[in-house]
């Protein structure tokens, strides 16, 4: 990587520090704080909570038909979802443990927390839970995908790639053959070691 590089990767990391800063000032103002991994509301905020609590026959009664009908095939996402969780699953505790790989944390990644909201009648509580589920299996597999890539072939696209994952950005350059030859090592030690939290690969020599 170039300096310029190096320059706008370490920009990203403040930002994101700084995105922290501003959710934390958000929860505040919304009346919530984190306790030993649990979600608590202020008195007052819970009952505003509730007041705004739409019940299940009038959120039914206000769906449109083609939302009512579309659900189940929606919902039906839910067998290849848990699949390819199992799958990536068993496929990390064989495959990461071969290559010394330090496995992803699911937990990280999936968060079923919302159905707690207490504004949220039991169908909204079910969507939130679907839609947390698959997206943090997506996630979670990304990332699963990410350290295998990392592993077998730290090399960024010669095209353009949307959002790749946060390892694509300090992969080696197309076309850089010396570079692959002698620092593949490098890049696979570092995922022997603690997964760094940002995900980033190691920094370019």
Known sequence: MTQRMHELAAEIVRLQVELDREIHKRRDQLGFRLHAGLVEFASDVTVEHRR??????????????????????????????????????LYQAI?????????????????????????????????????????????????????TEQYWCPIKHAMRVADPHLRYYEFLEYGDAAGYRS???????????????????PPAS
Do not use: K
């Not at 038909?65 to 199992?86: E, Q, R």
């Not at 620092?183 to 690969?201: C, K, S, V, Y």
């Open 183 to 201: 620092r593949l090592d490098a890049f696979r030690e570092r995922l022997r070691a603690a997964a760094p939290a940002d995900g980033a690969a």
């Open 95 to 147: 495959c990461f443990r071969v290559y010394a790989i330090q496995q992803v944390r699911r937990a990280d990644f999936i968060s079923l927390d919302r159905r707690h909201l207490t504004y949220l009648n039991s169908i909204e509580a079910l969507n939130c839970m679907f839609c947390g589920y698959g997206n943090g299996v997506i996630a979670d597999v990304r990332e699963v995908a990410g350290r």
């Open 52 to 89: 705004l609590r739409v019940g299940v026959a009038q959120f039914m009664a206000q769906a449109q038909l083609g939302t009512v009908l579309s659900a189940p095939l929606i919902y039906s996402l839910i067998v290849p979802f848990i699949v390819i969780d199992a799958w990536v699953s």
